[in-house]
């Protein structure tokens, strides 16, 4: 079912907010999260604030949806929160508040093109040291060269060094890393084996007839990392809707990497499309619901 009617989105995201109670069933909130029992588990959406992107990637209408709202909107129980162009503004303990409703959160340390600062980074560890809901950092385009001069945002050492801040006496976070299908012939293996995860992205729709060889290629070049499947709903490489047999063949992909034990998690971008009236985001929801619940089994 279309839903583009804003009145209908909030009366939706109304009753999602309301089935708060069923959706944490499976998910207490606990100083770490959980192991998954169900797909639903496995299932997170990658943020950021509200209204980004507006006007940008070809993209219909605004977006007005926090990234908690479209969390349960969707169904998702699970956040990837992004920093962009400065947003969101300190205090990042206020700004994180609406996160304990949720399973699962990783915050972002490395932002869209590779963007980041020592002082920002410092920022978001200080806050998932003592938030007990955030349990990893992500690095968003992390490679960034255009040859093997730079071929990443940080350096080896650089990453060795944070590391050692990320595991403390107290807690220990995840490090996760996002790879795209395009940077699959360079030699980034010893960047992406210090990574607890590797997040697998197509950026151009028309690649993801290869979805299933590149996966595997990213798999065995990630050095032994854990695995996690990015969905897009929207052809970000083509600034165009996605069509539906690709968000279909993508989603069913990914359910068969979770139920062989391939893949860790099957992440949506993103929170700033839900509220666009998107045919992929409503086939997306209507999907999650008929699959959430199934069981996971080893």
């Known amino acids: 079912m279309k839903t583009d009617n804003p009145v209908r989105i909030v009366e939706l995201t109304r009753r999602s907010l309301l089935a708060l109670p069923a959706l944490l069933a499976t998910s207490q909130l606990t100083a770490a999260p959980k192991p998954a029992s169900t797909v639903r588990d496995k299932l997170w959406l990658w943020s950021h604030v509200a209204g980004s992107y507006n006007g940008m990637f070809g993209l219909p209408g605004k977006s007005r949806m926090s990234p908690t709202e479209a969390a349960f909107y969707m169904g998702i129980p699970n956040v990837f929160m992004l920093h962009r162009e400065g947003t969101p503004e300190p205090p990042l303990d206020q700004f994180a508040l609406p996160f304990e409703s949720l399973r699962d959160v990783v915050w972002g340390i490395v932002g869209e093109s590779g963007n980041t600062e020592a002082k920002e980074r410092q920022m978001v560890l200080d806050l998932a040291l003592h938030n007990h809901k955030i349990s990893g950092v992500v690095m968003d385009d992390f490679f960034v060269g255009a040859n093997d001069t730079k071929l990443a945002a940080l350096t080896i050492p650089q990453i060795k060094e944070m590391k050692q801040s990320l595991h403390t006496s107290s807690k220990n976070l995840d490090l996760w890393v996002v790879l795209y299908e395009h940077q699959l012939d360079k ?94 985001v409503d086939w997306t929801r209507d999907w999650i619901q008929k699959v959430g619940s199934q069981k996971l089994h080893g």
Do not use: H
């Not at 197509?202 to 993801?208: H, R, S």
């Not at 490489?237 to 139920?259: A, F, H, N, R, T």
């Open 187 to 280: 030699p980034l293996t010893d960047y992406l084996s210090l990574c607890e995860y590797v997040q697998f992205w197509t950026w151009y729709g028309k690649n993801l007839a290869d979805l299933r060889p590149n996966y595997e290629k990213a798999r065995k070049l990630s050095g032994g990392a854990k695995m996690a499947l990015g969905i897009y709903w929207w052809d970000f490489g083509e600034k165009k809707p996605l069509s539906m047999d690709l968000m279909k063949s993508q989603c069913e992909i990914g359910l068969d990497l979770v139920k062989k034990g391939q893949c860790e998690a099957l992440v949506f971008c993103g929170s700033w499309l839900c509220d666009r009236g998107l045919e992929t």
